[in-house]
């Protein structure tokens, strides 16, 4: 009886984390298909790729056994933006060693905490979760562009622009994920409701104003990308790290 009793709870237990293992994966895919398309040098090098930063949140609020879905997705893009064998695999390994090293780094000690108490856990993410464990990533990357033939020359250029992408990934995309993760949602008054909407609706519009020259028709000073800083203080001050989060991937 006992076997009988716990068998479809079993089953479902792992038909549960099958879902989110492909929902790992698809997210990954969706996420680096957009910056492969919009972001990239030649379609493979990126400014920023957020498939670290998720890796990274995945595997500290799920733990290692999320690692197959970070795989996949991986595996996935790969095969979607090459068909040489070497970035297949390469490109998959930068990632892989990067995400253990970064959660081997963060938890070896009670220091980090996945709630961003302090100031410190956000350093020891931007510094150890990404400076650090992206070098691995950006030397095996590198290594993986020259043996599948897409660069020659340029070498340090392309390995700092992987290890930048891959540390921006970190410090934007983990923040946002475990924040919202953790915190719990606060009910908000009236007034907070349309404070909320302002400060992210104006973040919002300068940054389209900025990089995307949104009404660039219609200013006649064009505005300085470190602007952009005043109003994501604004919301840092007035909101909360969630909100903060938030509008700094926007």
């Known amino acids: ?146 043996l599948s033939g897409f660069i020659t020359t340029d070498y340090i250029n392309n390995l700092m622009r992987w290890w930048m992408g891959d540390v921006l990934g970190v410090v934007l995309v983990t923040p946002l994920i475990l924040t919202w993760w953790q915190t719990k949602l606060k009910k908000l008054t009236n007034k907070q409701r349309i404070e909320t909407f302002l400060l992210t609706g104006i973040t919002f519009i300068a940054g389209q104003i900025i990089f995307l020259d949104w009404f660039n028709d219609s200013i006649i000073i064009r505005p300085e990308a470190f602007i952009l800083f005043l109003p994501i203080i604004w919301v840092a001050i007035k909101l909360d790290i969630r909100a903060t989060t938030f509008v700094l991937n926007m």
Request: overall charge positive; aromatic content about 8%; hydrophobic content about 55%.
């Open 1 to 146: 009886m006992i076997i009988n009793d716990t068998t479809p709870t079993n089953k479902s237990a792992l038909l549960m984390i099958g879902i989110k293992q492909l929902g790992v994966a698809t997210l990954y895919v969706l996420l680096s298909s957009i910056i492969l398309n919009y972001f990239t040098n030649r379609g493979i090098v990126s400014a920023v790729w957020p498939g670290s930063g998720l890796a990274l949140a995945v595997l500290l609020v799920g733990g290692k056994r999320y690692l197959l879905g970070v795989i996949l997705g991986r595996l996935l893009i790969n095969a979607l933006s090459s068909s040489s064998p070497f970035w297949l695999v390469g490109a998959t390994l930068a990632s892989v060693s990067e995400v253990l090293l970064g959660v081997w780094l963060l938890t070896r000690n009670d220091k980090f905490s996945l709630s961003f108490t302090t100031v410190s856990d956000y350093l020891r993410l931007i510094l150890l979760g990404g400076g650090v464990a992206s070098i691995i990533g950006a030397i095996i990357g590198l290594l993986t562009l020259i």
